[in-house]
């Protein structure tokens, strides 16, 4: 059976944002919690702001792992960018993101880069953007790897950043770093738009997937929108897929319907696959 992780903030962020479940560590663990999920993934900036030795003690109490940080709202809310030409920026997005691996080390947990990497502004020098986001990857892998935290790489749309859109292009990044602390994160909400192979794109990333974020259509929670779940969990199962699966919606109609609706429907969807590939053994 999959693990299955809800996306998360510490403090009200706006209805818009991806993040389901909003609050105080004591109350969303008591309602992941009371849904049934097994992790929460913590979507914010600045984290030294916050005892995480008390918020992976609480998480223990209820059961529930912290999965990962997400590290998008650095990019929103600071304006850290990775790939931006100003080299302070990138030097104090990279200072920002170390301040998220030494608290993940204390959280037990993983950090994601994704949104945060923003645009390649002149794509005749793409080159030179990849690098920097190369570079910023190897140093922080680098800095990761005595603390035992790993690095996960997102796939994003390309209306939010135009770099590393497809799982390909991302599979492709991950594999010529040569660092074992780095994954591979996909997300269905961007597979959706961006890759016009399910299967194979699953297929191809397989090696280094360690991630994944399960969003319907418009963001909305699994079984909302138009996506097909039943091929991405069918893709799951047979590559033994041994990671978390983590909602992350707008929190709509409510941020506990979402929550709900989210895991009913993935659990659902789970065993009806089970059920189909048991039946195919018999044919």
């Known amino acids: 059976m999959f693990k299955y992780g809800v996306a998360c903030s510490l403090n009200d962020v706006s209805v818009t944002a991806p993040i389901t479940l909003r609050g105080p560590i004591e109350q969303l663990c008591e309602q992941a919690g009371k849904i049934g999920y097994d992790g929460l993934e913590i979507q914010l900036a600045n984290p030294m702001q916050y005892d995480w030795k008390h918020i992976k003690k609480v998480c223990g109490d209820y059961g529930l792992e912290i999965t990962a940080f997400a590290s ?20 104090a997005a990279v200072a920002r993101l170390k301040e998220h691996i030494d608290c993940a080390r204390e959280a037990g947990c993983q950090l994601i880069v994704g949104s945060m990497r923003k645009n390649i502004p002149d794509q005749s020098q793409r080159e030179k953007y990849w690098n920097y986001h190369r570079d910023a990857i190897l140093e922080l892998a680098d800095y990761a790897r005595d603390k035992g935290v790993r690095i996960w790489v997102e796939n994003i749309l390309s209306w939010i950043s135009n770099f590393l859109n497809t799982m390909r292009e991302v599979e492709d990044f991950v594999a010529g770093l040569d660092r074992d602390n780095v994954g591979v994160h996909l997300d269905t909400y961007s597979m959706n738009m961006e890759d016009n192979d399910i299967a194979a794109a699953y297929r191809y990333c397989a090696r280094h997937l360690e991630y994944v974020h399960f969003s319907d259509t418009a963001r909305l929670y699994p079984g909302g929108g138009n996506v097909d779940f039943h091929s991405h969990v069918r893709c799951l199962k047979e590559l033994d897929y041994k990671g978390f699966i983590t909602v992350e919606c707008v929190p709509l109609p409510t941020a506990w319907d979402c929550a709900d609706r989210s895991f009913r429907y993935m659990k659902a969807m789970e065993e009806i696959v089970e059920i189909e590939m048991a039946s195919s053994r018999f044919e």
């Open 72 to 91: 998008g709202r650095e990019l929103s809310e600071n304006g850290l960018c990775l790939l931006s030409d100003d080299e302070s920026v990138r030097k």
